[in-house]
């Protein structure tokens, strides 16, 4: 796997986002994320968006982080947002989300990010397994679903 750079309106991006727009559909039947977000949220400075490639080329895992500060929805100053975190569903259990999330975290901490934070839900228990297996701990609720029963927030020092 070859991880690469991309803006978060590649054609790549925008077909891996569409399968995890439909994954979460699925999981919550609520139509997908509907967190707004903005191709220049992962733009560096101020976040990253990454696609890996297998070996064929073919897009199978992306993730990104945005830059957030102190805010009405719970974020504090230094957070780096993990969002769209995704492996396609033949590839999964072969370590490629964690490859990307190190990746993430990495550039994060170089852009002066302190502290990784993300946002999921109790019906993804793999990506919960995956986080806290990473050493994220539970935090104080964020974001667009900050009062969804469901959601689950988690924070890792960068």
Known sequence: MHIHRAPFDHPDAVKL???????????????GDATPLDPSDFRPPNGVYLIAYD????????????????????????DAELKRMYVIKELRGRGLARRMLAALEDDARAAGRIRMVLE?????????????SSGYEPCAKFGYYRFYESSRCYAKAL
């Open 17 to 31: 986002n569409d399968e995890v727009q439909a994954e979460y559909h699925e999981r919550y039947g609520d139509g």
């Open 55 to 78: 070996g064929a080329d073919r897009p199978v895992a992306t993730g990104g982080w945005r830059s957030q500060d102190r805010n009405d929805e719970g974020n504090e100053d230094g």
């Open 120 to 132: 999921t839900g109790t019906r993804q228990p793999e990506a919960i397994a995956l986080y806290t």
